[in-house]
């Protein structure tokens, strides 16, 4: 898995959350850049992103994200990490 397959599949998750084809996930995004993305939305993200990964965030990952580039970074370390 690469990071430009990372956010392709972030960005169809969370269209699907919000219920709006129009989000566009770049690695510098926000939730601030996405005016829907509020907090409840965010974890259900995060959940989204655990199970279909098949990974799990610490708690303080998980708050201390800033961009959804930092979200593929770590995400992408822990599919890495898992394989033999």
């Known amino acids: 898995m690469t990071l430009p397959e990372l956010m392709e599949s972030f960005t169809q998750t969370l269209r699907d959350l919000l219920g709006d ?3 566009v996930l ?7 850049d996405v ?3 509020d907090s409840f939305n965010y974890i259900n993200f995060m959940v989204a992103i655990e199970m279909q990964f098949g990974i799990k965030f610490r ?3 998980v708050e201390s994200f800033r961009t959804v580039g930092e979200i593929a970074e770590r995400t992408l370390a822990l599919i890495q990490a898992r394989q033999p």
Do not use: I
């Open 21 to 23: 084809d129009t989000v």
């Open 59 to 61: 708690v303080a990952e």
């Open 35 to 37: 005016p829907t993305w």
């Open 26 to 32: 770049a690695s510098a995004t926000t939730r601030q």
